[in-house]
């Protein structure tokens, strides 16, 4: 007679062997050397960048033009020896066509191993395709495609795209990573970084309202992310420089640090820098028959982050530090004041102004919703800045 113990015992081991053949392993793995992943992409007219061009990049796609040049980089990773100078990590492939999802699996004919596009970090349009096509268009794939993640980064060039992904960083990181992490710096408040992702530009185009992108250049053996790429619906509009990206960013209230700088009230020719790290922003609609405006009130706290002046400033002076508020209220004040112009002048409603009336005065915003684009610009908005100086660091 078999003991509870043993039969026990035997119960384990037989459920172990069973449980073996559902336990071999996956399918469909592929190991990470037998892949090719593709970190950037770059969209251009096909009549651009001529010389970059072979013949290898056209392909039997029926009858008519290939208007497009898709081009892709794509992370090599062939074993490299310590100290040993490789020219990059990367290599670049292109095609030309009319779809990009054709360009795409034909790409795979440059390639001697599957294409994969999880790890895209970023997309970069010339701005004569964005002319040409749209954006909708041009990222249509990208939005449907559920290899590619909703955090990829969009940029607009002025340039032609496809040198982008040649570009070699000074860091060693791979070129397309490097170029996605420019534009997530927090503290820069002259870089379009914050809701610029594919996802957020995807419910913007499916809400039918304006996108913005950050632009991006290159100069030598140096890239930059400058300015702000300015879309109407879909279509390219024009280009904002740093001043007024910066002063878009206040009107938004999303940086959570930040530096302005001003000339010092004794000493013109010399900086004084406030250091933000907390904004607090209200804005509201008023409403006054059909007249409609809005008031704004912006708290930002900090810390005085230098001071450059030749002369001896005593930082916990009360009077300093009562004229150093003052002088940055006004700096961020006329900021705001110069990105509102512009914005308006451009009926592009960049700060969320439609949002607000929509929230609040929900009425009055069902008899201008459908003209909005003419109502904007005729808004004027009220703005009050105050300053408040926490701290003046180590040194006074």
Known sequence: MVSSTKRLFISYTLLCLISTVFLTGCWDRHEIQDRSFVL???IDLA?????????LETFTEGSGRKPLRLSLQVLSLSPQKRGENSPSKTYVISNTGRSMHE?????????????????????????AAARKFGLTTLIDLFRRDAEIRWRTKVYITPQDARPFLDFVPQTGEAGGIFIANISRS??????AGSNTDLGATSVRLDNKVDVVLPAIEMSGKQVKVRSMAVFKKDKFFEYWDEYTVKGAKFLLGIEKAALIAFSCPFHPDETVVFEMF????TVTPQIDGDQISFKMNITMRGNIGEISCSGDHDATDRAFMDKAEMMFAQEVQHNIEHALQVMQKAGIDDAGFGQKLKAYEPKTWEKVKDRWDEVFPTIPVETSVRISIQNSGEHK
């Open 47 to 55: 009549d651009e960048g001529l010389e970059n061009s072979t013949p």
């Open 278 to 281: 907390q904004q607090e922003t």
């Open 186 to 191: 927090i503290k820069n408040l002259h870089v």
């Open 40 to 42: 950037a992409v770059a």
């Open 103 to 127: 360009m795409l699996r034909d790409a795979n004919g440059q390639n001697s191993k599957p294409l994969w596009f999880e790890h895209i970090q970023s997309i970069i349009i010339s701005e």
